[in-house]
């Protein structure tokens, strides 16, 4: 059987772009800053910050990379084209509501939006690679999550490192929170863009007009309390899974939003 995706080499495509590498520097720099750090310190707190915020960063990058090379697997070429095979978040359709939208929500409480946005031709595909590209981006947050609650479950400790241990839990965390809100079959969400392959003509055109909003649309439905609840619930549920205690997912929560404590 033939694949659906195009089989040229990828060598010289893919091309991490200095922006993607210095985030990655800058993740590793907050690591080791709350490496040996006191838990409480304030040097513990700067460095969880750095660590999960600029983690999400990456995270983020890979996210929407998983869309856009997926697409270019299929043959969209345009996405190379636009400098989304680079990593670079400075390529996305609007950095600030991609990237710093995002940051400002996770530094303020903790909570992980969708963010990024990449422009990809899914129409030009059929329905079975529409759905792949769409569910690649919370594909890459489902792997990360696993691979960040299984270091944490094996080599974490909250007696040596606690600081690190309890920021690397809580970027873990907003890989859960990212899985799931990018699922939920809201207009401009990935959860939809599964969907959409499978719904009639005329609801695709009646559901067009909310694809600007999906962001709007998803905190409007998360800002209903009993709507949150289940949210979260779900979060934890999946997230206890892993053996990693909530807390300290929690706890790198509080070091992440450093000032609440000044």
């Not at 910050?49 to 929407?64: A, D, S, Y």
């Given at each position: 059987?033939?694949?659906?995706?195009?089989?040229?080499?990828?060598?010289?495509s893919v091309r991490?772009?200095?922006?993607?590498?210095l985030i990655i520097v800058l993740t590793a720099v907050g690591g080791a800053v709350a490496w040996d750090a006191e838990v409480n310190s304030v040097r513990a707190k700067a460095g969880v910050f750095v660590l999960v915020v600029f983690g999400w960063i990456v995270t983020l990058c890979l996210h929407e990379f998983g869309h856009a090379f997926t697409a270019w697997r299929a043959g969209d070429r345009e996405v190379e084209l636009r400098g989304y095979l680079t990593l670079n978040p400075l390529?996305?359709?609007?950095?600030m509501l991609s990237i710093g939208l995002p940051m400002l929500f996770i530094?303020?409480?903790?909570?992980?939006?969708p963010g990024g946005a990449v422009y990809v031709r899914s129409g030009q595909?059929?329905?079975?690679i529409q759905r792949l590209i769409?569910?690649?981006?919370?594909?890459?947050?489902?792997?990360?999550?696993?691979v960040l609650l299984v270091i944490v479950r094996f080599?974490?400790?909250?007696?040596?490192?606690?600081?690190?241990?309890?920021?690397?839990?809580?970027?873990?965390f907003l890989q859960v929170t990212a899985t799931i809100l990018n699922l939920l079959p809201i207009p401009g969400t990935d959860g939809y863009g599964i969907l959409e392959p499978s719904l009639s003509y005329q609801t695709r055109r009646s559901m067009e007009q909310f694809k600007p909003y999906g962001l709007l649309l998803v905190l409007a439905i998360l800002w209903i309390p009993a709507l949150r609840n289940v949210f979260f619930t779900a979060v934890y549920d999946l997230f206890s899974l892993s053996g990693v205690?909530?807390?300290?997912?929690?706890?790198?929560?509080?070091?992440?939003?450093?000032w609440s404590s000044l």
């Amino acid at each position: 059987m033939n694949s659906p995706f195009d089989t040229r080499r990828t060598s010289g495509s893919v091309r991490p772009s200095p922006v993607f590498l210095l985030i990655i520097v800058l993740t590793a720099v907050g690591g080791a800053v709350a490496w040996d750090a006191e838990v409480n310190s304030v040097r513990a707190k700067a460095g969880v910050f750095v660590l999960v915020v600029f983690g999400w960063i990456v995270t983020l990058c890979l996210h929407e990379f998983g869309h856009a090379f997926t697409a270019w697997r299929a043959g969209d070429r345009e996405v190379e084209l636009r400098g989304y095979l680079t990593l670079n978040p400075l390529k996305y359709a609007h950095p600030m509501l991609s990237i710093g939208l995002p940051m400002l929500f996770i530094a303020l409480g903790g909570f992980a939006l969708p963010g990024g946005a990449v422009y990809v031709r899914s129409g030009q595909f059929s329905h079975r690679i529409q759905r792949l590209i769409s569910g690649a981006g919370p594909a890459v947050n489902a792997v990360c999550a696993v691979v960040l609650l299984v270091i944490v479950r094996f080599f974490g400790s909250a007696s040596e490192h606690p600081a690190f241990w309890f920021g690397l839990s809580f970027l873990a965390f907003l890989q859960v929170t990212a899985t799931i809100l990018n699922l939920l079959p809201i207009p401009g969400t990935d959860g939809y863009g599964i969907l959409e392959p499978s719904l009639s003509y005329q609801t695709r055109r009646s559901m067009e007009q909310f694809k600007p909003y999906g962001l709007l649309l998803v905190l409007a439905i998360l800002w209903i309390p009993a709507l949150r609840n289940v949210f979260f619930t779900a979060v934890y549920d999946l997230f206890s899974l892993s053996g990693v205690p909530s807390s300290w997912a929690e706890y790198g929560s509080y070091l992440t939003r450093f000032w609440s404590s000044l």
